[in-house]
């Protein structure tokens, strides 16, 4: 498959303001995804998504194209949607959208919703095993799939809720990270759609491709994973992870 990767990059983020600018390790948030996904090696072409000229010049130092988008898209999804609509961008069978605050992506994260995606998933996406402890964490997105890895739900809930007390079995949660892979078929199914009032209860876009009935696939990791940078928590939590590598490479 020929893939359009695409990073939404969005400057009104309402939990860290100009949330791609900020730094992580010495540079822009948006430069270290980018460098993230070219280092996976998956993708085709790279492109950012973006309503900002900031970003957008930003973007373009690291030495990738940036596309400006209306301000008015309510989601990620909404945003990658336009830009893979443009003729330039026709030649690609699918489209990888890796969300703008996602440093630490792993690889097998978007190898594995790209296979979903090939397996006949109409969309592909992954989650790492989630302790416990964190699953109460409204910032960590948690996923419930069936036997044949397919979302159930999604939530910032701690899900499956456990009626009875006791230490948590080994791979009751799963923590959702932040990479779709559609194609542009069902990319635009959804960005058709209204949302739906899960969606706009819990404010996960996911939600509106569950509500209409698409399959999303997710590929469930071995290991754990370093979470998105949501709050000023993420953020500094990232930047003493990406410390820390620094110093055993």
């Given at each position: 498959?020929?893939?359009?990767?695409?990073?939404?990059?969005?400057?009104?983020?309402t939990?860290?303001?100009?949330k791609?600018?900020?730094?992580?390790?010495?540079?822009?948030l948006?430069?270290?995804?980018?460098?993230?996904?070219?280092?996976?090696?998956?993708v085709?072409?790279?492109?950012?998504?973006?309503?900002?000229?900031?970003v957008?010049?930003?973007?373009?130092?690291?030495?990738?194209?940036?596309v400006?988008?209306?301000e008015?898209?309510a989601?990620?999804?909404?945003?990658?949607?336009?830009?893979?609509?443009?003729?330039?961008?026709?030649?690609h069978?699918?489209?990888?959208?890796?969300?703008?605050?996602?440093?630490?992506?792993?690889?097998?994260?978007?190898?594995?919703?790209?296979?979903?995606?090939e397996?006949?998933?109409?969309?592909?996406?992954?989650?790492?095993?989630l302790?416990?402890?964190?699953?109460?964490?409204?910032?960590?997105?948690?996923?419930?799939?069936?036997?044949d890895?397919?979302?159930l739900?999604?939530?910032?809930?701690?899900?499956?809720?456990?009626?009875?007390g006791?230490?948590a079995?080994?791979?009751?949660?799963?923590?959702?990270?932040?990479?779709?892979?559609?194609?542009l078929?069902?990319?635009?199914?959804w960005?058709?759609?209204?949302?739906?009032?899960?969606?706009?209860?819990?404010?996960?876009?996911?939600?509106?491709?569950?509500?209409?009935?698409?399959?999303?696939g997710?590929?469930?990791?071995e290991?754990?994973?370093?979470?998105?940078?949501?709050?000023p928590?993420?953020?500094?939590r990232?930047?003493?992870?990406?410390?820390?590598?620094?110093?055993?490479r």
């Amino acid at each position: 498959m020929r893939v359009l990767g695409v990073i939404p990059a969005r400057l009104g983020s309402t939990r860290i303001p100009h949330k791609p600018l900020q730094l992580l390790a010495g540079e822009p948030l948006v430069t270290r995804v980018i460098q993230r996904v070219r280092d996976l090696g998956l993708v085709d072409e790279l492109v950012v998504a973006t309503d900002s000229t900031m970003v957008a010049r930003v973007v373009e130092l690291a030495g990738v194209r940036a596309v400006l988008t209306r301000e008015t898209h309510a989601s990620g999804t909404e945003r990658v949607g336009e830009v893979a609509s443009r003729p330039e961008f026709a030649g690609h069978d699918v489209v990888a959208n890796v969300q703008g605050d996602e440093p630490f992506l792993p690889r097998t994260a978007l190898a594995g919703a790209l296979g979903r995606v090939e397996q006949g998933d109409d969309v592909g996406t992954a989650a790492a095993p989630l302790d416990a402890r964190d699953a109460q964490d409204p910032g960590r997105v948690k996923v419930v799939a069936d036997a044949d890895g397919r979302a159930l739900y999604f939530s910032r809930a701690a899900i499956p809720f456990r009626l009875e007390g006791g230490p948590a079995p080994k791979g009751l949660y799963w923590q959702h990270l932040g990479v779709y892979v559609y194609r542009l078929e069902t990319l635009q199914r959804w960005t058709r759609l209204p949302p739906a009032p899960s969606e706009t209860a819990e404010r996960l876009e996911q939600l509106r491709a569950l509500h209409y009935g698409m399959r999303v696939g997710v590929a469930q990791l071995e290991e754990s994973a370093q979470a998105g940078v949501d709050t000023p928590d993420d953020l500094r939590r990232a930047e003493a992870h990406w410390l820390a590598q620094e110093v055993h490479r």
